[in-house]
């Protein structure tokens, strides 16, 4: 998405600031919005992507990946409807993934949907600066992921 609001830049950066050197000791990399990711004929640019082990991909330009771990859309209201439909109706069809996390960005609220077996996804959610999540089996604060975008 070209023109992102100021809250919306802030939450990739801290996610990414927050879960990267963590995820890199795990042999998993993360990626801002401009990876594209392939799922049969459809192209998106996640906001985040992490790839665990090896990337995949779709040709030699390598510009193109089939397996992410995890990937994560902040939401807008011009997005919000799309992200948590189509978008990730096609996501689910992804077999490396493994969580798929919507991030609010107006109020301290994270959504995510968690493979759980063949062809199931359970959800759950969290919210308010004093709680956290975890991501990938790792710990993120909201307070962390929120800091600079919402006043405490």
């Known amino acids: 998405m070209s023109g992102a609001s100021l809250a919306h830049n802030a939450l990739v950066a801290n996610i990414i600031m927050e879960l990267g050197p963590?995820?890199?000791?795990?042999?998993?990399?993360?990626?801002?919005?401009?990876?594209?990711?392939?799922?049969?004929?459809?192209?998106?640019?996640?906001?985040v992507s992490v790839i665990c082990g090896e990337p995949e991909f779709h040709d030699n330009e390598r510009d193109v990946v089939l397996n992410p771990s995890l990937l994560v859309e902040v939401l807008s209201p011009s997005t919000e409807k799309y992200d948590k439909g189509i978008k990730f109706l096609t996501y689910q069809q992804i077999p490396s993934l493994q969580e798929y996390l919507l991030v609010h960005q107006d109020t301290a609220?994270?959504?995510?949907?968690?493979?759980?077996?063949?062809?199931?996804?359970?959800?759950?959610?969290?919210?308010?600066?004093?709680?956290?999540?975890?991501?990938?089996?790792?710990?993120?604060?909201?307070?962390?992921?929120?800091?600079?975008?919402?006043q405490s």
């Open 22 to 47: 963590r995820l890199r000791e795990r042999g998993c990399r993360i990626y801002p919005s401009d990876l594209k990711v392939r799922q049969g004929s459809r192209f998106f640019y996640p906001d």
């Open 109 to 150: 609220l994270v959504e995510i949907y968690r493979r759980h077996s063949a062809g199931s996804w359970l959800y759950s959610r969290t919210d308010g600066l004093d709680n956290a999540l975890t991501v990938l089996d790792l710990e993120l604060s909201l307070s962390q992921l929120y800091t600079g975008v919402l």
